[in-house]
């Protein structure tokens, strides 16, 4: 029997968004996750009609600071997310989250969820109890992609724009307008809630599908959060007078990859780049990222440390060295 998919799923983890302030006039001096998701919601008139008139379900995944986000909320988040993409009359899901670290949890979910239904990230730069708070626009943004015809994948809608999760930075600590796409430019825009496109909709398969978020249209097995030894990925900077020592101390603390925020064309200070190459050869799985919030990395033939070709800057590309590793693990 074919099932109507009606249902938004609202999963809530903290953010200015859900943050308050003494002052409604104070945009900085706030604390961040303090709202829960289904207080957010309620305090928005037009949301329900803005999904579509379906029911609008919620789940507090977490309440936290973003810059606090930490492994074992991206695995009880994707978990969730995974088995609301796996019921029939799931149409989408919105995620709240903080600006800081949104474009990480995007840029994870992409790797990890089979999203042939839409993953909506937002957030808001400014508080709750804010004179002008940004949060309820962007919820309901949110809702005209996560209910858009056609819509797939796991995006980010934040001040009228969409970005897609490869794509998305935050660009700005204060601008309601925080976030940027690049090169690529946004995925589209929402206006007096339609959606316009500028690009397809980002690909829905995970690139991952060897771990357990990633089985299409099955929920994940039950999987303890505890249960994921996640591999520990950190990252080093390549800077002026840049020394190799915290690359050696992490070697020799057992780090299982590292990420090099490279110069330019990924290229790393001498002294740093031997220690690196000495971890290589400790067994330590290395990727090299530009510092450079533009274009692409182009690989010299003979480079002796791999470097990231995609463009997607050192926090994403320690999420998918981190997940790289976690997958050699469950191919063994
Ligand atoms: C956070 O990332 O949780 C705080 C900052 C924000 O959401 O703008």
């Known amino acids: 029997m074919q099932v109507a998919a009606q249902k938004i799923v609202v999963l809530g983890t903290g953010g200015t968004i859900a943050g308050t302030a003494g002052d409604a006039s104070d945009n900085i001096g706030y604390t961040a996750g303090q709202v829960g ?21 919620t789940e507090q995944i977490a309440q936290v600071d973003s810059k606090d986000m930490d492994h074992a909320i991206w695995q009880r988040l994707s978990e969730r997310c995974a088995v609301h993409l796996a019921d029939p009359e799931v149409r989408g899901i919105v995620i709240t989250h903080g600006t800081d670290t949104l474009e990480e949890t995007a840029w994870f979910l992409r790797l990890v969820l089979d999203a042939r239904k839409p993953v909506v990230l937002t957030c808001a730069m400014r508080p709750a109890t804010a004179l002008s708070p940004d949060g309820p626009q962007n919820l309901l943004d949110a809702m005209a992609v996560a209910t858009a015809e056609g819509a797939h994948g796991v995006v980010a809608v934040a001040a009228g724009t969409v970005h897609g999760a ?32 500028a690009r397809d909709w980002p690909a829905a398969e995970p ?22 030894d996640w591999p520990r990925v950190d990252i080093v900077l390549s800077h002026a007078a840049a020394s ?89």
């Open 166 to 197: 490869e794509q998305v930075r935050k660009v700005h600590p204060y601008r309601v307008d925080a976030f940027d796409s690049g090169e690529s430019g946004p995925l589209g825009w929402v206006e007096e809630g339609q959606v316009r496109l």
């Open 37 to 57: 998701v289904q207080q957010l919601l309620e305090a928005i008139p037009g949301l329900a009609k803005a999904a579509g008139g379906g029911e609008l379900v």
């Open 244 to 332: 190799g020592r915290v690359v050696d101390l992490l070697a020799a603390d057992g780090v299982d990859g590292l990420v090099v925020a490279a110069t330019g064309n990924g290229t790393v200070h001498a002294a740093l780049e031997a220690a690196l190459l000495r971890a290589q050869m400790a067994g330590v799985a290395v990727r090299v990222a530009s510092r450079c919030p533009l274009g692409r990395v182009l690989p010299r033939p003979g480079d002796a440390l791999q470097a990231e070709t995609q463009g997607l800057g050192a926090v994403k590309t320690r999420v998918s060295l981190m997940l790289h590793l976690l997958a050699a693990r469950h191919r063994r």
């Open 207 to 228: 690139l991952y599908p060897q771990l357990p978020w990633s089985r299409a249209g099955e929920a994940p097995p039950a999987n303890p959060a505890s249960a994921v």
